[in-house]
Each structure stands twice: as C-alpha cells, then as structure tokens.
C-alpha cells in the first residue's frame, strides 16, 4: 500500500521569513505527519538561506508566476499545445502591472501537486497560524493548539469530498466603522449582510470547540483549505478575474468562494469541518485594528474593489448552476454604490472610493470576456485531465 503524499501550497510575493511556514511545518511533526513538499508560488524566490532552511525539513518546490519551466514541461509533456498552456498558466498583467490574478496563482501550486504525485494539498496564507483562539474563563484571548493536518483528512477522506475549509478567529477582515450611507456602500459591494457586525463589533472572532459544526458548505476559504487530489475526475482549476482602471490593475477576490459551486456542480462536495484557526490578517494582534490608520483604510479599498470586480462573475455562476441563486439588481446596488462610495471618500478624506462606480461598470461590461475565458479554462483543464489519465493507465 503506497503511502499518502501531502504538501502544503503557499502563495507569497517572495520567501523572506520562517513564520508562519514554520509553525506549520512543525504542527506536522508534533502531531505524526510527514510532509512531502512545501510548494511556494511567487513573483520571486526570496533569500536562498530560507529555501535552504526548509530543505531540511522537506522537498520545497519553489514555482514562479509568469517563468515555471516545470509546469511548461510538464504541460508540453501531454501534448498541449502553446495556446492551451497559456490559457493555463499565463500572466497578461505581469510585465506591465506587476500583478497575477488570485486563481491563477492557485492553479500553479494545483498544477505543481498534481505533477509532483501530491494526494492532499493544504493551502494556508502567510496570515494565518495553526492555533485557535478562545476566550478564558477569565473572558481573556488565549491560544489553544490542534491538528491542523489531522482535522482536515479526517474529513477530507469521506466519500466525494473533495474540499476542506473553515473559516478563522481573531479579528474580521473590515475593521470596525461606521459613517453616513456605510450600507448603501456595502449594498454596492454585495456585503449588507456585514452592516451590523461591521458597525457594531470590534472584538475578535474567537472559539471555545472545534469539529462539532461540521456541514457541507459552497464557500470554501483559501488560507484554511484542503484539496484531495485522488478525486481528479471532479477538481475543478481556480478562477478569477482581473480589471485594469485607470492604468492600474486589481485584483477580483473570491478565486476560493468561486471553487466551492463549481465542484457541487461536478458531483463532489466541500465541507466546512468548523476548524477556525487565527487569522492575523491586520498584522498586530492583539492590538484593535482601527479604520482611520493609513494601512487598514487601504486593506479596505482593495478589498471593495476586490469584491466589485469579482461580483459579477460571482452573480453569473450562482444563476448558472444554482436555480435558486439571488437576482440582483444591478442598477439599485449601482446608485447605493455612487452614494456610499462618495461618503467613503468623504470620511476617509481619499478619493480612492470615488473610483468603485466605474469599476463596479466596467466588470459587468467585461463580464462576456471572463465567461469567455472560464469556459476556456475548464475545457483546456478537462482535455489536461484527460490526457494524464490516459498517460497513466
């Protein structure tokens, strides 16, 4: 009987420091499990001295976006052809922007589990820890440990799972605020459901238990996620899209959210497995994140136009494969949108947010195009797919 094969899949600009890699690594140890790979995916590889530390621990396979000639061999090896690798591997805004789309960045780790013989790839964020956080019976923060690879196989190997996820503890990822027309801004990005808890609540998210709330979920998290590659025949690529406004690009958000459907539409399943482990995502902890610091009002803005730019895509899939998906109004969350956007700009004295109604219009214009190269992008997948499982059998 073979043994099982993990790896962990981390997405980062360039490999500068041990953490949280290494609280990964040896979360793995303590709890018994050998990891086989540590994939990074970057624009750069960082200093050598940190390859080399992890070379003691592990294989590190190290993948850069635009320049992997591991994946184009690999790639060339099936027979695809050059246009075909491109539609899975290409990097249009690289050279000019400096930027790769979130899914694509994803697909290469994916690409590089798949070649390198991967059975279970554990994606986390270089914000996040292998650790818990609770309230004491003293109403205090505190840590608590727990097996991060452990808890994700153990649901990760039921039948047609294809996906493990959960959300995090510590402190949401918009700050508390609240200002003149906050809703119609959040009506525009598709995030009103958040209204109250964004305006009311600036304690951390904690969590006493963990693995008792478990329940199949089409949201799925990329900074908490697990992937069974034995399940090849429903894995669907990552996708995301892009937009470029005034000679800047940015990022859609969602390349996780967007996974979760897709695989349900495939017959598999996602399961949150209720394992919110810390998410440092303000850099601080345990100091209260506050709006108004220069640093969160652009964490902020980047993530309003993240969900812009993702929105429609988003609206078009749900409708796709879901019947029951919500309609939206364009034109009402556009008009909420002009209002709360001019009130940002206003409250937060930057201009920035005036530009949300034109992204928010020219990711619907653009909509055509990126179900163009979705459609592109599954069916070369699939004809990849295809063409490894007649190699191997």
Not at 310 to 322: A, I, Q, S
């Amino acid at each position: 009987m073979k043994s099982e094969k993990l790896a962990f899949g981390i997405i980062t600009p360039s490999l500068t420091q041990l953490e949280p890699i290494q609280n990964f690594l040896d979360n793995a140890k303590k709890f018994g499990h050998i990891i086989d790979d540590l994939i990074v995916c970057c624009y750069d590889f960082g200093k050598p001295d940190i390859i080399n530390f992890f070379q003691k621990e592990c294989k590190v396979t190290m993948i850069k976006r635009g320049h992997s000639s591991f994946l184009q061999n690999s790639l060339k090896n099936l027979r695809l052809s050059n246009d075909e690798i491109q539609i899975l591997l290409g990097t249009p805004n690289l050279e000019k922007y400096g930027k790769v789309a979130y899914g694509t960045s994803r697909n290469y780790i994916l690409l590089a589990a798949m070649f390198l013989g991967i059975d279970y790839l554990l994606f986390f964020d270089t914000d996040v820890l292998p650790k818990i956080l609770y309230k004491s019976k003293e109403d205090k923060c505190k840590f608590k440990g727990i097996d991060f690879i452990g808890s994700h196989l153990k649901f990760l190997k039921e039948k047609n799972v294809v996906v493990t996820t959960s959300d995090y503890t510590g402190y949401y990822i918009i700050p508390k605020m609240n200002f003149p027309y906050l809703m119609e801004l959040l009506q525009g990005i598709q995030k009103e459901d958040r209204f109250k808890y964004i305006s009311l609540v600036d304690a951390p998210v904690t969590r006493n238990f963990y693995l008792q709330n478990v329940f199949n979920t089409k949201k799925t998290l990329g900074g908490n996620l697990a992937i069974d590659l034995n399940k090849f025949d429903i894995l669907p690529p990552f996708f995301s899209t892009t937009l470029i406004l005034d000679n800047e690009c940015f990022l859609g958000r969602g390349e996780d959210t967007l996974f979760g459907p897709i695989i349900y539409h495939a017959g598999g399943r996602c399961v949150d497995i209720d394992l919110f482990i810390f998410h440092n995502c303000f850099g601080d902890f345990p100091n209260t994140p506050h709006i108004h610091i220069k640093k969160n009002i652009d964490r902020f803005f980047y993530a309003c136009m993240g969900w812009i730019i993702r929105n429609p895509f988003f609206n078009w899939l749900g409708k796709e494969y879901n019947e029951k998906a919500e309609e939206i109004d364009y034109e009402k969350r556009l008009v909420a949108l002009k209002i709360g956007s001019k009130a940002a700009a206003e409250h937060f004295n930057d201009k920035r947010f005036l530009k949300l109604p034109e992204a928010f219009e020219l990711a619907y214009k653009k909509l055509p195009e990126d179900i163009d190269h979705f459609f592109r992008l599954t069916e070369t997948w699939y004809k990849m797919k295809t063409l490894i499982q007649n190699r191997t059998r």
